[in-house]
T-cell receptor, first 112, second 109 residues
Framework: GAGVSQSPSNKVTEKGKDVELRCDPI?????LYWYRQSLGQGLEFLIY????????KSGLPSDRFSAERTGGSVSTLTIQRTQQEDSAVYLC??????????FGEGSWLTVV | GQSLEQPSEVTAVEGAIVQINCTYQ??????LSWYQQHDGGAPTFLSY????GLEETGRFSSFLSRSDSYGYLLLQELQMKDSASYFC??????????FGDGTTLTVKP
């Protein structure tokens, strides 16, 4: 597609369950980001992939969070043993150059 | 360390001019960008400054002073639809973009 695609758009899960969030970046974009945003808050950096370099995982809040990017394209963010504080919108973005980042519409996660 | 500071809230009236300031601290600074986010929507790119000076795009302008680690977003002829959150972000030469906490702009009639 023309833009960054994320799925699912909405996910309600029970506390303690694992969830997987998918991101399909813009074709050809070498950089991919995951951010988390709670209601009314700023964007919290989670992880950054750039080409074949080792990802910058410095923003992952705990070892329950992990992400991978296969073939330099699609990325999956996995949250294990979800907690209520994990409820947020998870935004994926991709870029080709250093100036412009293109965001997907986000995956809205609710942990009940 | 690394940080970004911008005001949390700004209020202005329709037709006015508003300036949102941003100061940053980081190593390997490459450029400063601005993004707009409406409630319930995804952030969208507004402007980018890699060099000192003013960049103008329609009603929006952005300024950067690398020596002062400072930039601003200027919005002219404010419209109600400009009510949104505005984020300054910096890029480092490693490519990573870091976002500030955002400024909520409220435009009143």
């Amino acid at each position: 597609g023309a833009g960054v695609s994320q799925s699912p758009s909405n996910k309600v899960t029970e506390k303690g369950k694992d969830v997987e969030l998918r991101c399909d970046p813009i074709s050809g974009h070498t950089a991919l980001y995951w951010y988390r945003q709670s209601l009314g808050q700023g964007l919290e950096f989670l992880i950054y992939f750039q080409g074949n370099s080792a990802p910058d995982k410095s923003g992952l809040p705990s070892d329950r969070f992990s992400a991978e990017r296969t073939g330099g394209s699609v990325s999956t963010l996995t949250i294990q043993r979800t907690q209520q504080e994990d409820s947020a919108v998870y935004l994926c973005a991709s870029s080709l150059d250093l100036g412009t980042i293109y965001f997907g519409e986000g995956s809205w996660l609710t942990v009940v | 360390g690394q940080s970004l500071e911008q005001p949390s809230e700004v209020t202005a009236v329709e037709g006015a001019i508003v300036q949102i300031n941003c100061t940053y601290q980081t190593s390997g600074f490459y450029g400063l960008s601005w993004y707009q986010q409406h409630d319930g929507g995804a952030p969208t790119f507004l402007s980018y400054n890699a060099l000192d000076g003013l960049e103008e795009t329609g009603r929006f302008s952005s300024f950067l002073s690398r020596s002062d680690s400072y930039g601003y977003l200027l919005l002219q002829e404010l419209q109600m639809k400009d009510s949104a959150s505005y984020f300054c972000t910096y890029n480092t030469n490693a490519g990573k973009s870091t976002f500030g906490d955002g400024t909520t702009l409220t435009v009143k009639p």
